[in-house]
C-alpha cells in the first residue's frame, strides 16, 4: 500500500478520543508528519507579540506569585476551547501515550481480553495461559485491589501499568477463588478474530492497529484455504485506529487503481487509490452501527463503493473530519482538526454517518441476516 507524500504527510492515523457527547464518543483523526520543523511565529506574527507582551506583564508585575508552568497550559487550552471543535483537543502525554500503546504492534502484558472484570478469551501460548487463567473466569483482584466492579480499562492499567514484572491475579472460577502469579511479556497486539460458518467467513476487527493489515491477510489466507465462498466482516462498535490499517485492509480486497478515500481541506485535495495487485472478488456483507466510527466507517465506506460490498445494520457514528498532532515541548500534545475524509463517491459522512443497505436491530439479528444474504445462492 503506498504511502503518498500528495497531502503533505507520511502517517495519517484515526485515534479514538473517549469523552461525555451528544452521542456518549467523540472520535478524532490525528494525522503525524514526518518532521520535527520549528516555526517561528513569534517573529513574524504581530499579534502574538502582544500575546507575548501580556504573558511577561503578569509574570513580573501581578501582585502574587505566577505558576507560570500553569498559566500557559491554560492558554494553550483556551486557544483549543475557543475553536468549539468537539474533535481538536489538548492531550497530556500519558493520554497521548495510552492510544500509541493500544494501537502499537506489540505491548507489554499477560494477554487476556476482558469485559468489565469477566475475562473473555485468553491469548494462545501467553503468559496468562501458561499461568493457568482461562475464559470465563471472573477477576476479584489485580495486585491487591478489588475490580468486581471495574470497568476493563481501569483493570488492563492495573495490569500495564505496574511497574513490577509480575502480576498478582485473583478469579472467581466456578465459585472458587484462585490466584495466579504471571510474569508480563510483550505480545501481538491481536486486533481480530474470525472464524468459518457454513462456508462463510467471519472476520471480526476490533481496532484499526499498526499490524491489522498482516492480520487480516493472515486471516484470509487460512479462511481461503479452508474453502469460505463469501465472507462476513464485523466493525459493530469498532471506533477507529490508523487511517493506514484502513487503507492496508481495503487493499486486501480492491482491484488496483479504486478509490479507497479523498482528503480535502482548505488548500490541498487528494484522492487515495489501491496500488496493490492483490485483490477478492467473493461476496462481502459488513456489520455497522452507531459506534462504527471514523476507520470503520472508510473501510465500510470503501468496501461498499469501490468493490460492492452489501451493509448490515444500524446507521454508523459520522466521523468525517481529520486532525493533525502537533507535540509540545512540555510533552503533551494538541490535536487539531485541519480536513476532512470523502468516501470513495464523494460523500462526507461527518455527523450524517452511513446508511446500511438492510437496517436491522439486535446483534444476533444483524449476523442472521447477513448470513441469510450470502447464503440465499
Known amino acids: 500500500m503506498k504511502k ?15 469523552t461525555a457527547v451528544i452521542s456518549g464518543i467523540a472520535t478524532g483523526v490525528i494525522m503525524l508528519n514526518n518532521s ?26 501581578y501582585y502574587d506569585n505566577v505558576d507560570k508552568d500553569a498559566m500557559l497550559k491554560a492558554a494553550e487550552e483556551g486557544m483549543v476551547n ?11 502525554d500519558e493520554e497521548y501515550q495510552d492510544i500509541l500503546d493500544d494501537l502499537g504492534e506489540t505491548y507489554n502484558g499477560v494477554g487476556i481480553e476482558i469485559q468489565g472484570n469477566l475475562i473473555v478469551s485468553v491469548t494462545k501460548d501467553s503468559p496468562a495461559e501458561k499461568a ?3 475464559a470465563n473466569d471472573i477477576l476479584q483482584r489485580v495486585n491487591g485491589t478489588d475490580v468486581t466492579n471495574a470497568n476493563s480499562e481501569f483493570i488492563g492499567n492495573l495490569i500495564k501499568n505496574n511497574n513490577d514484572e509480575t502480576v498478582s ?8 477463588i484462585l490466584t495466579f502469579n504471571v510474569t508480563k511479556a510483550k505480545l501481538e497486539n491481536k486486533a481480530i478474530s474470525y472464524n468459518i460458518d457454513n462456508g462463510v467467513g467471519y472476520l471480526v476487527i476490533r481496532k484499526f492497529s499498526e499490524t491489522l493489515g498482516s492480520q487480516v491477510s493472515r486471516a484470509l489466507n487460512e479462511m481461503e484455504n479452508e474453502g469460505i465462498n ?14 493506514s490499517a484502513a ?18 481541506s482548505s488548500n490541498s485535495d487528494f484522492t487515495y487509490k489501491d496500488e496493490t495487485k492483490e485483490s477478492r472478488n467473493y461476496p462481502i456483507v459488513i456489520l455497522v452501527n452507531g459506534n462504527s466510527a471514523s476507520a470503520s466507517e472508510i473501510l465500510a465506506a470503501a468496501l461498499k463503493e469501490s468493490y460492492g460490498a452489501t451493509l448490515v445494520g444500524t446507521k454508523t457514528y459520522g466521523k468525517g473530519k481529520v486532525q493533525q498532532i502537533a507535540e509540545l515541548g512540555n510533552g503533551d500534545s494538541v490535536k487539531y482538526t485541519s480536513a476532512k475524509w470523502l468516501t470513495p463517491t464523494g460523500n462526507c459522512i461527518d455527523g450524517v454517518g452511513i446508511a446500511p443497505d438492510y437496517n436491522v436491530d439486535g446483534y444476533e439479528l444483524q449476523y442472521n441476516k447477513a448470513m441469510e444474504i450470502l447464503t440465499a445462492n
Open 36 to 61: 520535527n520543523t520549528k516555526i517561528d511565529l513569534i517573529s513574524n506574527d504581530e499579534d502574538l507579540q502582544e500575546f507575548v507582551e501580556v504573558y511577561k506583564t503578569l509574570l513580573s508585575k
Open 132 to 134: 493457568g487463567i482461562m
Open 230 to 243: 463469501s465472507l462476513i466482516i464485523d466493525v459493530r462498535d469498532n471506533v477507529g485506529g490508523y487511517l
Open 169 to 176: 491475579i485473583e478469579v472467581n472460577r466456578n465459585n472458587q
Open 4 to 18: 503518498t507524500n500528495g497531502f503533505g504527510l507520511l502517517g495519517v492515523i484515526i485515534i479514538i478520543i473517549v
Open 247 to 264: 487503507e492496508d485492509t481495503a487493499s486486501l480486497f480492491l482491484e488496483k487503481g479504486k478509490v479507497i478515500y479523498s482528503l480535502q
Open 82 to 92: 475557543f475553536l468549539g471543535d468537539k474533535y481538536t483537543t489538548y492531550l497530556e
